[in-house]
T-cell receptor, first 115, second 116 residues
Framework: DAMVIQNPRYQVTQFGKPVTLSCSQT?????MYWYQQKSSQAPKLLFH???????NEADTPDNFQSRRPNTSFCFLDIRSPGLGDAAMYLCATSRDRAGGVWPQHFGDGTRLSIL | AQKVTQAQTEISVVEKEDVTLDCVYETRDTTYYLFWYKQPPSGELVFLIRRNSFDEQNEISGRYSWNFQKSTSSFNFTITASQVVDSAVYFC?????????????FGQGTRLTINP
């Protein structure tokens, strides 16, 4: 089945130690998104890629960066994680807006803990 | 600015009861899309429905139904004969265009608990 896969499902890192979360998709969608979701809150968009074009949300901290080496893969890098970065990180994909607005398809998420 | 309000933070009902989740939105766009997503305890967001602003017909899918009313800027979701597996957090979302992609503006979510 076509899908969005996030690895790992759970990630534990130390305060200040860089961490990378990964996302892959078999849907061949040209847009990929990263969201941060803290407990009992709605997902918050961090940034998205439209093909190779990177688009950062204005309030996304500089500590968060992303890479998209090809259509299928996208990475979220947190350079120096703080305690406030503990959250669920959700990757999503969608077709672009040509022809309409399409649903975003989400992965299972990576739950990040900071020690 | 786009905004979605889900006033019900938590709802708890007994299995087989009907339950309605409210969603009210604000937008200045004349063309827009609304979505409902389900987030079970496992964490993934599951797409349920998409509705565009030109289509005000209500929709039914099995035990799920959606009532879209532009006059009141509402897009409510009803589960008929609820089941324990319906327990989840439900998010209503509004689309916002960003450079050929789309940004979802989410409501705060409603945590639905179905008790046996």
């Amino acid at each position: 089945d076509a899908m969005v896969i996030q690895n790992p499902r759970y990630q534990v890192t130390q305060f200040g130690k860089p961490v990378t979360l990964s996302c892959s998709q078999t849907l061949n969608h040209n847009v990929m998104y990263w969201y941060q979701q803290k407990s009992s809150q709605a997902p918050k968009l961090l940034f998205h890629y439209y093909d190779k074009d990177f688009n950062n949300e204005a309030d996304t901290p500089d500590n968060f960066q992303s890479r998209r080496p090809n259509t299928s893969f996208c990475f979220l890098d947190i350079r120096s994680p703080g305690l406030g970065d503990a959250a669920m990180y959700l990757c999503a994909t969608s077709r672009d807006r040509a022809g309409g607005v399409w649903p975003q398809h989400f992965g299972d998420g990576t739950r990040l803990s900071i020690l | 600015a786009q905004k979605v309000t889900q006033a019900q933070t938590e709802i708890s009902v007994v299995e087989k009861e009907d339950v309605t989740l409210d969603c009210v939105y604000e937008t200045r766009d004349t063309t827009y899309y609304l979505f409902w997503y389900k987030q079970p305890p496992s964490g993934e967001l599951v797409f349920l429905i998409r509705r565009n602003s030109f289509d005000e017909q209500n929709e039914i899918s099995g035990r799920y139904s959606w009532n879209f009313q532009k006059s009141t800027s509402s897009f409510n979701f009803t589960i008929t004969a609820s089941q324990v597996v319906d327990s989840a957090v439900y998010f209503c979302a509004l689309s916002d265009t960003i450079q050929g992609a789309q940004k979802l503006v989410f409501g705060q979510g409603t945590r639905l608990t179905i008790n046996p």
